[in-house]
């Protein structure tokens, strides 16, 4: 006989100033197999929850129902609760009533008669709820990072410490990431390369983490605590295990002079086809590049870096590496790209000369970039005045309306940087300043007492058209003209300046979109990996066994990356010093006399969790690995022969709600 408690939670007034709870909870006391129901301030506090303990046992309840918030905040706390009662944790269900309820009806008496519809539609499908059990399988004590920027090295460095064996797989021949290109970091104007190369020396050396440099994710199969891995890594046709990273093949190439724009430094420098992208990489080690070698390219070369290269590590017969392993959970890290400004055409990038972005000035302001740390316009001379343009790509409504959060405060370093190196007068424009972390409000006031001037106001366009006599004489000099009004004055300024920064905002990385299909992975509507839960799950995602950390999840500065990356390693050890973890049971399973073997939902699960296979009497039949399967019921919902139903949301059960919500 069904014998069901029904609870219902005020959570505080932001169900109960809604909602009127005496109302709804006298109208759950009469539904068919209620025998007693309840309402309590907060029903995931220790009272609320003996609450339920203490009536099971004492009513004997056989089915619980709490009408509260998401499942996704507190399903496992009521489930445990049942658990200490005695229940079966998965004869208890939730009727969520503050977000699809309290809080998107305006109308007390609506939400009220909502709150009812809602509960009577649980308590109905409750009924049909039957006791389940949870697996559970052993967790591989290895990990996999993807990503070798400041958040994939912190990880892996706290995870490889912690006795943990780490794959850190890395698409570029150097580890490293965008941080390796700053000179310098804010607010306390640290040497980038001081802070980062003992980290990433440490990475190399360290005898718990495996690196695949110039490598990719290709493919993972598996599922929590047991997932296989696939990484391709390319041929940098020098052998890593032989060279020493003497640079003679670097220097004895066939091409006497860098000729090559070098993607490290961001375009304004040049590399050869064999080339070590700065010089604290690790591994150090040259990568020849297939498609500008006049060997590989096509067999017109001496081979002059095959003959300066004494420990013989110059390989030109080296291909693909399939190197695989299995890992029990995998750590995102791969970072972000800086905003194109090319398309913002006013701003005048790709156009005119003397218009870098923000990126390009750090690699000159690098003692080991294409300059050598001075600042620098195309014509070899020092800029007398500099423009910095604040919020480029970022909080616009025509490309991203989120803020980049590091754009403000790395514009007031580049400015300080600037007017040191060069002398020059320089102008920042602004929209708002945003300087929230530790030290940077401080930061924002040394360099603002420094003579740098910040003019309020989005910039229109940069031009190099006169409207005056006087402007003709400032762009006869080759110099650009910055439009802006100024919102502090009121009206629009004419500011001529040698040279413009563009501030560009950060973007999702390529390699995270590449990622996000290898893995199956959820992201926000602006191509952020979207994390579990904003608040309470920061670093985990949607799938048990993978975690974000850094710019994957969205922009941060460099201490916040720094934090989550270790959260995220945190995250991980957990995981993994239990030993073993517990699948949840509510996943999809094959009816197999009712299975024609169609294949239907082979290729439609995401999880690759559904195969053919032959049965005893030789007729083909899908099987679900419940291992793999992840509840998501696609294959439920595509079955044409309704042979695949699902624990937790069986047809009968989602049925039985929907008639209880639609039928008085």
Not at 12 to 36: M, P, Q, Y
Not at 49 to 77: F, G, M, W
Not at 175 to 187: E, S, W
């Given at each position: ?6 609870y219902?939670?005020?959570?505080g ?8 709870i ?10 068919d ?6 309402d ?20 004997k309840?056989n ?5 509260a ?10 489930r ?12 208890f ?10 809080w998107?009806?305006e109308?007390?008496k ?7 519809r ?5 308590v109905n499908?409750v009924k ?21 920027g400041i958040a ?41 390369a ?32 047991n ?10 046709y020098?052998?890593?295990?032989l ?6 093949c670097?220097e004895?190439?066939?091409f006497?002079?860098?000729?090559f724009?070098s993607?490290f ?10 080339h070590?992208p700065?010089?604290?990489a690790?591994?150090?080690v ?18 002059y ?6 420990p013989?590590a ?17 750590i ?17 990038y ?22 050598g ?14 423009a ?6 970022s909080?616009?409504e ?8 590091v ?10 940087l ?24 401080e930061f924002?006031?040394?360099?603002l007492?420094?003579g ?6 989005r ?12 402007e ?5 000099k ?7 009004e ?11 300046v ?5 501030s560009?905002g950060?973007?999702p990385?390529e ?11 959820s992201c926000s509507?602006d ?8 608040k ?20 941060k500065?460099i201490?916040e ?7 995220a390693?945190?995250e991980?050890l957990?995981?993994?010093q239990r ?13 197999k006399?009712?299975?024609?073997g ?22 083909l ?14 294959c ?18 989602i ?10």
């Amino acid at each position: 006989m069904l014998r069901i408690g029904v609870y219902v939670c005020h959570c505080g007034r932001n169900i109960a100033d809604k909602v009127n709870i005496k109302e709804v909870v006298e109208f759950a006391k009469k539904l068919d197999g209620v025998v007693v129901a309840r309402d309590y301030k907060y029903m995931c506090s220790d009272p609320g929850q003996d609450l339920i303990v203490k009536d099971v046992k004492e009513y004997k309840l056989n089915r619980v129902v709490v009408a509260a918030c998401s499942p996704n905040l507190h399903e496992k706390t009521f489930r445990n609760a049942c658990k200490r009662a005695g229940l079966n944790p998965f004869l208890f269900y939730m009727a969520n009533i503050r977000e699809l309820d309290a809080w998107v009806t305006e109308d007390p008496k609506k939400a009220t008669e909502k709150a009812k519809r809602f509960i009577k539609a649980v308590v109905n499908r409750v009924k049909l709820q039957k006791e389940l059990e949870v697996g559970k399988t052993k967790i591989k004590s290895s990990v996999l990072v993807i990503g070798g920027g400041i958040a994939g090295i912190s990880a892996a460095l706290t995870l490889a410490d912690a006795g943990v064996h780490v794959y850190l797989v890395e698409r570029q021949p150097s580890i490293g990431g965008n941080m390796a290109k700053f000179d310098k970091t804010f607010p306390t104007l640290d040497c980038s390369a001081c802070i980062l190369t003992p980290k990433m020396t440490s990475v190399k050396a360290h005898p718990n983490i495996t690196l695949l440099t110039y490598s990719e994710v290709a493919k993972v199969e598996g599922y929590v605590g047991n997932f296989h891995v696939r990484v391709i890594k390319k041929p940098r046709y020098v052998r890593e295990d032989l060279c020493t990273g003497c640079y003679q093949c670097v220097e004895d190439c066939l091409f006497t002079e860098p000729v090559f724009p070098s993607e490290f430094d961001e375009g304004i420098g040049k590399r050869k086809p064999v080339h070590i992208p700065f010089p604290q990489a690790v591994p150090l080690v040259p990568t020849i590049d297939g498609s500008m070698c006049m060997w590989l390219s096509a067999r017109k070369c001496p081979k002059y870096c095959v003959e300066a290269c004494e420990p013989n590590a110059v390989d030109f017969n080296m291909g693909m590496e399939v190197v695989e392993f299995d890992v029990g959970a995998i750590i995102v890290a791969t970072g972000y790209k800086p905003f194109d400004p090319s398309k913002i055409p006013q701003y005048g990038y790709g156009i005119y000369d003397n218009v870098y972005t923000s990126l390009q000035v750090e690699r000159m302001l690098s003692s080991t970039g294409p300059t050598g740390g001075e600042v620098l316009l195309k014509d070899g001379r020092k800029p007398e005045r500099v423009a910095i343009i604040h919020c480029v790509g970022s909080r616009d409504e025509n490309y991203n309306r989120y803020c980049s959060k590091v754009c403000c405060m790395y514009s007031i370093k580049l400015a300080h940087l600037i007017k040191e190196r060069s002398g020059a007068e320089v102008f920042n424009f602004y929209i708002d300043v945003r300087a929230a972390g530790k030290a940077y409000e401080e930061f924002y006031k040394r360099v603002l007492s420094e003579g740098v001037y910040f003019v309020r106001g989005r910039v229109a366009y940069v031009t190099d058209i006169p409207e005056s006599e006087e402007e003709e004489k400032e762009v006869e000099k080759g110099r650009l003209i910055v439009v802006v009004e100024d919102t502090l004055l009121g009206k629009v300024r004419r500011i001529p300046v040698d040279m413009v920064v563009l501030s560009v905002g950060l973007e999702p990385s390529e390699g995270g979109e590449y990622i996000k299909k290898v893995l199956k992975l959820s992201c926000s509507a602006d191509g952020w990996f979207a994390e579990r839960h904003p608040k309470l799950a920061p670093v985990a995602t949607n799938t048990e066994g993978i975690f974000i950390a850094g710019c994957a999840q969205g922009p941060k500065d460099i201490p916040e990356t720094v934090a989550q990356a270790q959260a995220a390693a945190g995250e991980v050890l957990s995981l993994i010093q239990r030993g073993e973890i517990e699948l949840e049971p509510n996943v999809a399973y094959v009816e197999k006399e009712k299975c024609t073997g169609c294949g239907i939902c082979v290729p439609l699960c995401p999880f690759n969790a559904i195969s053919l296979k032959m049965d005893e009497n030789g007729k083909l039949r899908s099987e679900i690995n419940p291992a793999l399967c992840q509840g998501c019921g696609t294959c439920v919902a595509a079955c044409p022969s309704k042979a695949i139903n699902q624990h937790l949301f069986s047809r009968e059960e989602i049925i039985a709600e929907i008639t209880a919500l639609v039928k008085d």
